[in-house]
């Protein structure tokens, strides 16, 4: 299995600016998270599907920020508009039984 | 609530010498509780877990943990550390088994002296 991957792994964008990022979760996997870290804060969970439907967005900062998840292969989250202080890694990561992978993350940098 | 604690932020040693990782979890019931490891750039992998059973827990790259239940601790271990160890590490509990939602310790690093 390739494991979970994430698209694009790097994103510079400026202030303002609308930034999707996508991940693709383990095949069979019925559970998706996307995370947030930063030096600062950690490691952030952000929002969780468990087949396809969203569970809890409790951590989502602001409402700048959705996430969709249209099809068990696919989710994107979306920031819009981004600000310098949304830089930090995202990563997807998906769970089956009681174990979560992660991918690799996106970098994304704001300026 | 929940919580992770992992008390040391940075811990260096010297290669070929033994490692002792702590983690303190504060949970209501019995949990499910995760090592993970982050090398510079990547994602998390999963080290080793534990659900139930043996409280000695053997993951990859020769990694073991124990579950002391009197301590609320999940300590990770490694008789003899490589260079290639250096990397952030990560204790996570899950929450519920239902949801799957893991809490995270704020991780240490660790470096490895030649």
């Known amino acids: 299995d390739a494991g979970v991957i994430q698209s694009p792994r790097h994103e510079v964008t400026e202030m303002g600016q609308e930034v999707t990022l996508r991940c693709k979760p383990i095949?069979?996997?019925?559970?998706l998270f996307w995370y947030r870290q930063t030096m600062m804060r950690g490691l952030e969970l952000l929002i969780y599907?468990?087949?396809?439907?969203?569970?809890?967005d409790s951590g989502m900062p602001e409402d700048r920020f959705s996430a969709k998840m249209p099809n068990a292969s696919f989710s994107t989250l979306k920031i819009q508009p981004s600000e310098p202080r949304d830089s930090a890694v995202y990563f997807c990561?998906?769970?089956?039984?009681?174990?979560?992978?992660f991918g690799p993350g996106t970098r994304l940098t704001v300026l | 609530a929940q919580s992770v604690t992992q008390p040391d932020i940075h811990i260096t040693v010297s290669e070929g010498a033994s490692l002792e990782l702590r983690c303190n979890y504060s949970?209501?019931?019995?949990?499910?509780l995760f090592w993970y490891v982050q090398s510079p750039g990547q994602g998390l992998q999963l080290l080793l877990k534990?659900?139930?059973?043996?409280?000695l827990v053997q993951g990859i790259k020769g990694f073991e943990a124990e579950f002391k239940r009197s301590q609320s601790s999940f300590n990770l271990r490694k008789p003899s550390v490589h260079w290639s160890d250096a990397a952030e590490y990560f204790c996570?509990?899950?929450?519920?088994?239902?949801?799957?939602?893991?809490?995270f310790g704020q991780g240490t690093t660790l470096q490895v002296k030649p």
């Open positions: 996570a509990v899950g929450v519920l088994s239902n949801t799957g939602k893991l809490i």
């Open positions: 095949s069979g996997h019925n559970s």
């Open positions: 599907f468990n087949n396809n439907v969203p569970i809890d």
């Open positions: 990561a998906s769970r089956i039984t009681d174990t979560q992978y």
């Open positions: 534990y659900f139930s059973g043996d409280t």
């Open positions: 949970y209501g019931a019995t949990p499910y």
